[in-house]
């Protein structure tokens, strides 16, 4: 069982950065696939970056470019810095872990909200 907290969430400008941390316990992290998902009020959760095992990265076209996904498995962290915000970008953010060869995400963290102001 694997349990994930994220942090880093908040109050930003557009324009801002805001870096999104989420910690990993249980499980053998360096085994997952890490994710970050984001749900806008009124909207269904979407997929925003992956890191996996291999330390590949995919992006959603709405936010390459802007943000980069990180995963440091020494300290079993994978952390999302988003540059050049929107309001748009406003939504509750999720950590997602998956084994690499599952098709789904099969634990996810709490939440942080990411409130970007114009």
């Known amino acids: 069982q694997v349990q994930l907290a994220e942090s880093g969430g908040g109050l930003v400008q557009a324009g801002g950065s805001l870096r999104l941390s989420c910690a990993a316990s249980?499980?053998?992290?360096?085994?997952?696939?890490m994710g970050w998902f984001r749900q806008a009020p009124g909207k269904e959760r979407e997929f925003v970056a992956v890191?996996?095992?291999?330390?590949?990265?995919n992006y959603s076209d709405s936010v390459k470019g802007r943000f980069t996904i990180s995963r440091d498995n020494a300290k079993n962290t994978v952390n999302l810095q988003m540059n050049s915000l929107k309001p748009e970008d406003t939504a509750v953010y999720y950590c997602?872990?998956?084994?690499?060869?599952?098709?789904?995400?099969?634990?996810w963290g709490q939440g942080t909200q990411v409130t970007v102001s114009s």
């Open positions: 890191v996996r095992r291999s330390s590949l990265t």
């Open positions: 249980g499980g053998t992290f360096s085994s997952y696939d």
């Open positions: 997602a872990a998956k084994g690499y060869y599952r098709a789904t995400y099969d634990y």
